[in-house]
């Protein structure tokens, strides 16, 4: 079956570093979004994207935030500087069309910053 | 603004006895409502869709129902391996044709004992 895939499982960092997750999403979606938890909280939307473009972010998703799709297969999420409390669960998800708008996650990267 | 409330936030129950978990939602326009299941340390996972007042989804152990202003999701007869918690989430419409972002609620964490 199917399935979004996330790298890496877990990602260490020094606060000020910059970090890249990486997500493949399903082959034949066409929307991506990235998620994040952190520990104890709701799961809350970052930014979703479609066409080759953001079509929307949150007031999270500030300018310490990217993301990009480099090839037909790989989606990122770049933190430009970490902080503290960026320390969480990101899930990236994909959804397949407007027809078939439920999206499947991945397993996750859980971002520590120190 | 969009508001997903979960209820209970804990249910212990023992195996084989049946319970609803709930979820209310205050949302301007619903496009969809979405239940997940996540395991401690994973990725929600896709259970049921639900676009409109009436309708029912069925999936082995779990049925889930809409009103126009909530969702149950049954569970009948559960078994140990039903224990995870459990997500709703909605998607708004009128958010734009290429952003089917999900606002999720807390969740309901279920322990079901042998």
């Known amino acids: 079956e199917p399935e979004v895939t996330q790298t890496p499982s877990h990602q260490v960092t020094q606060m000020g570093q910059e970090v890249i997750l990486r997500c493949v999403p399903i082959?034949?979606?066409?929307?991506f979004y990235w998620y994040r938890q952190i520990l104890g909280q709701k799961v809350e939307f970052l930014v979703s994207f479609y066409n080759n473009e953001i079509s929307e972010k949150s007031e999270i998703f500030d300018d310490q935030f990217s993301v990009e799709r480099p090839d037909g297969s790989n989606f990122t999420l770049k933190i430009r500087s970490t902080k503290l409390e960026d320390s969480a669960m990101y899930f990236c998800?994909?959804?397949?069309?407007?027809?078939?708008?439920?999206?499947?996650f991945g397993q996750g990267t859980r971002l520590t910053v120190v | 603004e969009d508001q997903v409330t979960q209820s209970p936030e804990a249910l212990r129950l023992q195996e084989g006895e049946s319970s609803s978990l709930n979820c209310s939602y205050t949302?301007?326009?619903?496009?969809?409502l979405f239940w997940y299941r996540q395991d401690p340390g994973k990725g929600p996972e896709f259970l049921f869709t639900l676009y409109s007042a009436g309708e029912e989804k069925e999936k082995e152990r779990l049925k889930a129902t809409l009103t126009k202003k909530e969702s149950f999701l049954h569970i009948t007869a559960p078994k140990p391996e039903d224990s995870a918690t459990y997500l709703c989430?909605?998607?708004?419409?009128?958010?734009?044709?290429?952003?089917?972002?999900?606002?999720f609620g807390k969740g309901t964490l279920l322990t079901v004992n042998p």
């Open positions: 989430a909605v998607q708004v419409s009128g958010s734009g044709g290429s952003n089917y972002k999900l606002t």
């Open positions: 998800a994909s959804s397949e069309s407007e027809g078939r708008p439920e999206a499947f």
């Open positions: 949302v301007s326009g619903l496009r969809g």
């Open positions: 082959s034949n979606h066409l929307y």
